[in-house]
């Protein structure tokens, strides 16, 4: 089994910063990619930033600029510096990882519990 774990989430005024972490365990065989995503009520999951291993990295646009995605291999862990938070940044966000348990295993796609992230003042 694979667990992702998050930390982080708050509550933080307009023009704040917050920093995630997420830490993947269990049964890893190989990590191809470690990111975030998020939901807000009312709308769908999107994609915030995704952190390949071979080092590209994407970012939606609304955050470039402002958030920063980054990994520690050696910890299976990813994070994601939020500064400069604005209101519409509101949402649930969710640590996703792309990983293989085994050397013949395919890929799978896990997700993390969600944390809460509510910029308002």
């Known amino acids: 089994q694979v667990q992702l774990v998050e930390s982080g989430g708050g509550l933080v005024q307009p023009g704040g910063s917050l920093r995630l972490s997420c830490a993947a365990s269990?049964?890893?065989?190989?990590?191809?990619?470690m990111g975030w995503y998020r939901q807000a009520p009312g709308k769908q999951r999107e994609l915030v930033a995704l952190?390949?291993?071979?080092?590209?990295?994407n970012y939606v646009d609304s955050v470039k600029g402002r958030f920063t995605i980054s990994r520690d291999n050696a910890k299976n862990t990813v994070y994601l510096q939020m500064n400069n938070l604005k209101p519409e940044d509101t949402a649930v966000y969710f640590c996703?990882?792309?990983?293989?348990?085994?050397?013949?295993?395919?890929?799978?796609?896990?997700w993390g519990q969600g944390t809460q992230v509510t910029v308002s003042s």
């Open positions: 952190f390949f291993t071979g080092g590209s990295i």
């Open positions: 996703n990882a792309l990983i293989r348990v085994g050397v013949q295993s395919s890929e799978n796609n896990y």
């Open positions: 269990g049964n890893i065989f190989s990590i191809h990619a």
